[in-house]
């Protein structure tokens, strides 16, 4: 029984804005679902791990886990309430690439991005001395540890923000190939997951593509449950591919095994509710909120959870990278029951708002050429706001270049000098034709032109042209000053 009870929280904590959005076209609720699937309930069910824990263990964990989830809902509920109420006074570029101008500016931006990405994966790789994928211990060599901590120390910075950038822009890119189908881009596509694939980094390769396929799914009218088993059939494809790359002491377990191995999240939450508590619950108030935007590498979240959960002070030869829990768990850490109930209700406060406004601006590119596109924007754009809002128990400098890459791509600004460019310019319609009106002029307030021998003046619509403000003419009839 309890096992159902700490797999429904956790659905409901890993998939519950698919309430929100209850539409075929949410992508977002594909890949959760997804990673659920993939990452929780296979080990979750197809494992014996829950054995592996004190009953105590489990009872705690359980309990935070179902106090978080009915929090979460509520919060989702409101969020969901001001999404809906709430209009956006910043147009985004997923409301736009239906035209050509639209669609010309987030090629030119995402490229621009892609290049940079590109770029910074190849001098990153410089700098490390070496690639993960091509090492002998492909293990130490993914962390940075052993005989490659020196490599590691020097090009880290540059490594992450290369993989960061790299996995925000790479769904972007492959949708503008399926959409205008250039040779650029392909060249982009293929040194991004080139670039990635070197770095074994399994869920920063694999969760891009799988984002866009899931928006195209859904452009080519796919099913629902066909989409779900495709994200999930990728999701077990890198569990597989993560199997093969990296050195296992296993022999040959079952796939649920190597489900758990691959994606480790059930029982590092179980390591580190157990390790919490052998501690004497020292809660740490959120001080790993604002550590984790230390660029230098400070003991972030993720480093504090893996030291609670090993029990490890030095972390230097410890092959992982992290732990990942969910928002309960961090909650209880900082406050106790009372933070395993607050962080979940804030979590999906901003995944309600997030996922309701999404499904507002989306809505008009359905069944347009141009969908795909319009998703991929809006998840990049949800990935670098409200995504970050969501999981603000877990910050981390890379949150910052999601954010730039959600401004930078998802953000419909145009600079002007002058005035709005000829694309900007919409035009009203053919002048009006007929019977001559009464008095001078053409009838709509625009006194006859002497120069064009007593007919009115043409439209702006009608002027070819880069379009140059003119001077207001004085009443006297002046020449303008």
């Not at 069910?45 to 989830?69: K, N, S």
């Not at 985004?92 to 770029?119: E, K, N, W």
């Amino acid at each position: 029984m309890i096992r159902f009870a700490i797999g429904g929280a956790m659905l409901v904590l890993t998939c519950g804005q698919v309430l929100v959005w209850r539409r075929r076209d949410n992508v977002l609720g594909y890949v959760q679902v997804g990673t659920y699937l993939a990452t929780f309930a296979i080990p979750l069910f197809g494992t014996a791990i829950l054995d592996r824990y004190e009953p105590e263990v489990i009872d705690t964990y359980a309990a935070v886990l179902l106090l978080g989830a009915p929090a979460f809902l509520v919060g989702l509920a409101y969020g969901a309430f001001v999404g809906r109420r709430s209009r956006g006074r910043i147009a985004l570029t997923a409301g736009s690439v239906g035209s050509d101008p639209g669609l010309g500016r987030v090629a030119r931006r995402a490229r621009l991005l892609a290049g940079l990405g590109v770029a910074s994966l190849a001098m990153a790789y410089v700098l490390l001395g070496y690639a993960p994928l091509l090492e002998g211990d492909t293990q130490a060599a993914k962390y940075g540890i052993g005989p490659y901590a020196a490599g590691f120390a020097r090009g880290r910075l540059v490594y992450l923000f290369g993989l960061t950038l790299g996995a925000a822009v790479l769904p972007v890119i492959l949708a503008l190939l399926q959409r205008q189908r250039r040779w650029i881009d392909v060249a982009l596509a293929g040194g991004l997951g080139l670039g990635l694939g070197l770095s074994l980094n399994r869920g920063l390769t694999f969760l891009g593509p799988v984002t866009f396929l899931a928006a195209w799914a859904v452009q080519r009218r796919l099913r629902a449950g066909a989409i779900v088993a495709a994200v999930t059939s990728a999701y077990l494809a890198a569990i597989v591919f993560n199997q093969l790359t990296l050195p296992t002491t296993q022999g040959r377990p079952s796939f649920a095994t190597m489900a758990t191995i691959s994606a480790p999240d059930l029982p590092d939450q179980l390591n580190f509710v157990r390790g919490f508590e052998a501690r004497g619950r020292p809660y740490n108030a959120g001080s790993t909120i604002l550590a984790g935007l230390d660029p230098g590498g400070g003991e972030d979240g993720s480093t504090y959870a893996l030291r609670i959960a090993t029990g490890i002070e030095d972390l230097g030869l410890l092959a992982a990278g992290g732990l990942r829990l969910p928002a309960p768990v961090w909650g209880y850490s900082a406050f106790g029951l009372a933070g395993a109930a607050a962080w979940p209700f804030l979590s999906g406060f901003f995944a309600g708002w997030g996922a309701a406004k999404l499904k507002r601006l989306v809505a008009p590119a359905m069944g347009q050429p141009h969908q795909a596109l319009t998703l991929v924007l809006a998840v990049t754009v949800y990935n670098g706001t409200f995504g970050l809002l969501e999981q603000f128990y877990f910050t981390s400098t890379a949150g910052l270049v999601l954010l730039v890459v959600a401004v930078v791509v998802g953000l419909d600004v145009r600079v002007r000098l002058l005035g709005p460019g000829p694309e900007a310019i919409r035009d009203p319609g053919p002048v009006p034709t007929g019977p001559a009106h009464p008095g001078p002029g053409d009838g709509a307030g625009r006194p006859p032109d002497p120069a064009s021998g007593g007919a009115p003046p043409a439209p702006l619509s009608r002027v070819r042209g880069p379009f140059v403000p003119l001077a207001p003419r004085p009443p006297s009839g002046e020449p303008p000053r």
